[in-house]
Nanobody, 115 residues
Framework: QLQLMESGGGSVLAGESLILSCTAS????????MGWFRQSPGKTREMVAM??????RYANSVKGRFTITRNMETMTINLQMNNLKPEDTAVYYC??????????WGPGTQVTVSS
């Protein structure tokens, strides 16, 4: 059974950077999409960055500031977040999806950006 664990969250000032990591353990057979989502209090969970078939997609709000990368050998995806803004404050979740469209989520990591 696949399990995910995020790390790297924390509290920073506006303009600073953070790197989030998500490491998978267990069976990752058939994984074809990996990505990051976030959820702020009172808001629905939204896609931040996704990698599928080698193509990266980003939410408009983070384009040019965030970069998603992956290491298939270690089954890790990272999210480099630069020039953070207070509106980036949220709980960040990683998600892996397989060919059968089955999703596995991590428990989330808090990112807080203060002005």
């Amino acid at each position: 059974q696949l399990q995910l664990m995020e790390s790297g969250g924390g509290s920073v000032l506006a303009g600073e950077s953070l790197i989030l990591s998500c490491t998978a353990s267990g069976s990752a057979f058939g994984i074809n999409n990996m990505g990051w989502f976030r959820q702020s209090p009172g808001k629905t969970r939204e896609m931040v960055a996704m990698l599928g078939n080698g193509v990266a997609r980003y939410a408009n709000s983070v384009k040019g500031r965030f970069t998603i990368t992956r290491n298939m050998e270690t089954m890790t995806i990272n999210l480099q977040m630069n020039n953070l803004k207070p509106e980036d404050t949220a709980v960040y979740y990683c998600k892996f999806s397989n060919w059968d469209a089955e999703d596995t989520w991590g428990p989330g990591t808090q990112v807080t950006v203060s002005s």
